[in-house]
């Protein structure tokens, strides 16, 4: 991640484990915004989310960072893991503009996040870090929001992590829903398998 850069987009989510369409809606969104690196920000702990992940963020965290290996346009941070609790975009780009002065930001969201955008911790702060990003989402279409927002379409990629841990457990194949190394993480780290964890 380099200070000089003048526009970052900023995908967050808990990528438990991250698939092809994260990696799709960020590369549309860098191509239609002219963005110069999208940022993949893993959360520590999602606030809408019951329980606890199903894999640890270290593992988590791993998988993104293999998953951008060898595309230039993507990075991982591992800011909110790194400040630990309940992440909070508020709090993500906070840090984030702190580590990147100068630097214009996007905040990426998917349609079925946008939904519960009025909800998110100090929604009006918000608007003062970052331009909001929203991106289609097969399944769920684009709330109507009181806030400005951007809207970038993507091609539609109907995959999900739940529906990636689903297949994992079940024995179904996952192999070109997901980057092929985070497929080979998640089979030489055994990670969804087995119903023990979700
Ligand atoms: P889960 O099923 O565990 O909720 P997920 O697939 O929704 O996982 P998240 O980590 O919750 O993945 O999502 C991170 C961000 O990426 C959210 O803004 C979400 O809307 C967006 N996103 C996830 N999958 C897609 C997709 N297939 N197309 C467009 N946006 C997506
Ligand atoms: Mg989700």
Redesign the pocket.
Known sequence: MSAALARVGV??????PI?H??L??ASEVCAALGLDQVLIAPTHRQPFKDGFDSAPASERLEMCRRAVEGDERFAVTPVDIERGGITYTVDTLTDLRDQLPGTSLYF??????LTRFGDWKDVDRLQTLAQFVG????GHSLPQLDTPHLLVE?PA???????IRRRVRAGAPIRYLVPRAVADYIAQHDLYAGGMHD
Do not use: C, K, N, Y
């Not at 991106?135 to 097969?138: A, E, M």
């Open positions: 995908l967050g989510g808990t990528f438990d698939h369409g994260h799709a809606a990426i969201t998917g349609a079925d996040a991106v289609t989402r097969p993507v990629m109907a995959v999900s992590s739940t529906e």
